[in-house]
């Protein structure tokens, strides 16, 4: 009888590490702002979201690196008394092209977002305004 008891929880044990799991949707908040209302999403699309502006940051870092790169040299060429106004121009120069560079990859990056997660445009906090306009600090 113990064996016969034993064999069929085993059994039974069996059955259920094969069963298949069924995952929910799960509903989660991502804003509340101004005691108005709060926003909710998908965990999966705003997983899917995060996902993707992770691998925007990842295609962009180098850019990034280069930008404050450039600040640092320029700083440095402040502080020299050989360096020539020229060269402070120029140098500049070079962080302002890499930075309009950076501000039209992230527009564009925004715009392709907003439209493949409409969902999540519509909080006013996370428009493409802030990162468009370079009104971040350089690099983030």
């Given amino acids: 009888m113990k064996k016969y008891l034993i064999v069929t929880s085993l059994m039974s044990l069996t059955c259920l590490i094969f069963l ?6 799960t509903m989660v908040p991502i804003s509340n702002y101004d ?3 709060q926003l909710m999403v ?16 990842r295609n962009s870092a180098a850019l990034r690196h280069d930008i404050w790169g450039k600040i640092h040299l320029f ?4 502080t020299n008394p050989d360096t020539t106004k020229q ?4 140098i500049q120069q070079e962080i302002q ?3 309009n560079e950076l501000q039209r990859q992230e527009l564009s990056f925004r715009w392709d977002l907003n439209s493949r997660f409409p969902e999540l445009t519509t909080d006013k906090y996370r428009g493409c ?9 350089p690099g983030r």
């Fill in 20 to 25: 298949p799991i069924i995952a929910t949707s």
């Fill in 35 to 37: 005691d108005q209302r």
């Fill in 42 to 57: 998908d965990e999966q699309t705003l997983n899917d979201y995060h996902d993707e502006m992770a691998q925007f940051y």
């Fill in 75 to 78: 700083a440095a060429m402040l």
């Fill in 87 to 90: 060269e402070v121009l120029t």
């Fill in 97 to 99: 092209v890499l930075t």
């Fill in 129 to 137: 305004l802030g990162a468009a306009t370079g009104s971040r600090g």
